[in-house]
T-cell receptor, first 115, second 120 residues
Framework: AQSVTQLDSHVSVSEGTPVLLRCNYS??????LFWYVQHPNKGLQLLLK??????LVKGINGFEAEFKKSETSFHLTKPSAHMSDAAEYFCVVREPNFGNEKLTFGTGTRLTIIP | SAVISQKPSRDICQRGTSLTIQCQVD?????MFWYRQQPGQSLTLIATANQGSEATYESGFVIDKFPISRPNLTFSTLTVSNMSPEDSSIYLCSQKGGGENRDRSSYEQYFGPGTRLTVT
């Protein structure tokens, strides 16, 4: 069975400083991993995805994530936070079974940017 | 990417009534999905809606409470039946990204804007 754990429910950083949102996963197979962002009163937007190609994945808005199989981690980073990054971030896992398209969501990390 | 719309965007309903949420996607897809996001919580999959067959429900969700229709490859509805305040949530539909010929392991899902339901 697949599962994902977001280690921090809330992260606060100052504008211009680095962002680190942590995610660990559990999967019986080599999973696909995703990060989604949800701005207040908005829908979910795909930030980036890992699908067994390069382990360092670049996404939109300057975000990137590194897949580390030995640590079962997929942490999300950004070198310099911007006020517009304030949102809820979800780490998501999917096992690559044909016909099973189920996404399992983490509990989310709320990112606050301090001016 | 994908363009997904949902109607209504929000509603306030009385307990005991039912609400049907519509989801329209801009490309033909075999699978559509319905999720629930309870206040302050993450997303939970309700069911997978396949065109031409019965929806597949996740544990804890039943067809009598959440009947789903999938009349064609671009449209689906979710009904929340006999509502109670515990049904107050955001309901989101999604579709699988990419095309049928893409590597299936790379499939992401694209989400609609959600329907914010409040039951009083």
């Amino acid at each position: 069975a697949q599962s994902v754990t977001q280690l921090d429910s809330h992260v606060s950083v100052s504008e211009g400083t680095p962002v680190l949102l942590r995610c660990n996963y559990s999967s019986s197979y080599s999973p696909s991993l995703f990060w989604y962002v949800q701005h207040p009163n908005k829908g979910l937007q795909l930030l980036l995805k890992y699908t067994s190609a390069a382990t360092l994945v670049k996404g939109i808005n300057g975000f990137e994530a590194e897949f580390k199989k030995s640590e079962t981690s997929f942490h999300l980073t950004k070198p310099s936070a911007h006020m517009s990054d304030a949102a809820e971030y979800f780490c998501v896992v999917r096992e690559p079974n044909f016909g099973n398209e189920k996404l399992t969501f983490g509990t989310g990390t709320r990112l606050t940017i301090i001016p | 990417s994908a363009v997904i719309s949902q109607k209504p965007s929000r509603d306030i309903c009385q307990r005991g009534t039912s609400l049907t949420i519509q989801c329209q996607v801009d490309s033909q897809v075999t699978m559509m999905f319905w999720y629930r996001q309870q206040p302050g919580q993450s997303l939970t999959l309700i069911a997978t809606a396949n065109q031409g067959s019965e929806a597949t429900y996740e544990s804890g969700f039943v067809i009598d409470k959440f009947p789903i229709s999938r009349p064609n490859l671009t449209f689906s509805t979710l009904t929340v039946s006999n509502m109670s305040p515990e049904d107050s949530s955001i309901y989101l539909c999604s579709q699988k990204g990419g095309g049928e010929n893409r590597d299936r392991s790379s499939y992401e899902q694209y989400f609609g804007p959600g329907t914010r339901l409040t039951v009083t």
